[in-house]
């Protein structure tokens, strides 16, 4: 199972996937967590953040996390997800995928701004930054859309929705 988590930057992947790993790893040890910025790191992120950089890290992202599928190791993924044509691959890939989209508005995403990311995109200081001033095309195949009042939850809520959701449509045994 691969659960992917999707949203721009700020919307709170990182923190709900962090809290969705714990809640779930003592049922499953063969769970990892991934996170598309520690990922770069990992690679030595001399890609950059233009479009076509963005499209061979999403590359490598959907094809590490098959790797692992393959292996029955599960992954929950917190990654910007700006490619329509990866979550199509992921679904026809991952023996089962499950995805999540914090469609957090931008006012909001813009007051949690921890890394000045928009703020310096809108002043010209960075460029190549989706939802600014490149595309950010909504995920049209989410199994679940957070957004709304639920967006505003805090992260162990959040990660409680997902929980039970997936448990839902996939039961426990994954």
Same mark, same amino acid.
């Given at each position: 199972?691969?659960?992917?988590?999707?949203?721009?930057?700020?919307?709170?992947?990182?923190?709900?996937?962090?809290?969705?790993?714990?809640?779930?790893?003592?049922?499953?040890?063969?769970?990892?967590?991934?996170?598309?910025?520690?990922?770069? &790191?990992?690679?030595?992120?001399? +890609?950059?953040?233009?479009?076509?950089?963005?499209?061979?890290?999403?590359?490598?992202?959907?094809?590490?996390?098959?790797? +692992?599928?393959?292996?029955?190791?599960?992954? =929950?993924?917190? =990654?910007?997800?700006?490619?329509?044509?990866?979550?199509?691959?992921?679904?026809?890939?991952?023996?089962?995928?499950? &995805?999540?989209?914090?469609?957090?508005?931008? @006012?909001? +995403?813009?007051?949690?701004?921890?890394?000045? +990311?928009?703020?310096?995109? &809108?002043?010209?200081?960075?460029?190549?930054?989706?939802?600014? @001033?490149?595309?950010?095309?909504?995920?049209?195949?989410?199994?679940?859309?957070?957004?709304?009042?639920?967006?505003?939850?805090?992260?162990?809520?959040?990660?409680?929705?997902?929980?039970?959701?997936?448990?839902?449509?996939?039961? @426990?045994?994954?």
């Amino acid at each position: 199972m691969v659960i992917w988590l999707i949203g721009l930057s700020g919307a709170g992947k990182t923190t709900v996937g962090q809290l969705l790993y714990r809640r779930l790893k003592p049922r499953h040890a063969n769970l990892v967590f991934f996170d598309g910025d520690l990922l770069r &790191e990992v690679w030595g992120d001399n +890609l950059g953040h233009t479009i076509e950089a963005r499209r061979v890290n999403a590359h490598r992202i959907s094809h590490m996390c098959r790797l +692992l599928d393959r292996q029955d190791i599960h992954v =929950v993924a917190a =990654v910007l997800s700006g490619f329509s044509e990866w979550q199509t691959w992921n679904r026809a890939n991952f023996t089962k995928y499950f &995805e999540v989209f914090l469609d957090v508005p931008m @006012d909001v +995403l813009r007051e949690r701004d921890t890394k000045s +990311l928009y703020a310096r995109a &809108e002043s010209g200081e960075i460029a190549n930054v989706i939802g600014v @001033d490149l595309p950010f095309p909504r995920p049209a195949g989410a199994d679940l859309v957070i957004s709304g009042a639920d967006i505003l939850a805090t992260p162990s809520e959040l990660a409680g929705q997902i929980e039970a959701q997936m448990a839902q449509r996939h039961g @426990d045994k994954w």
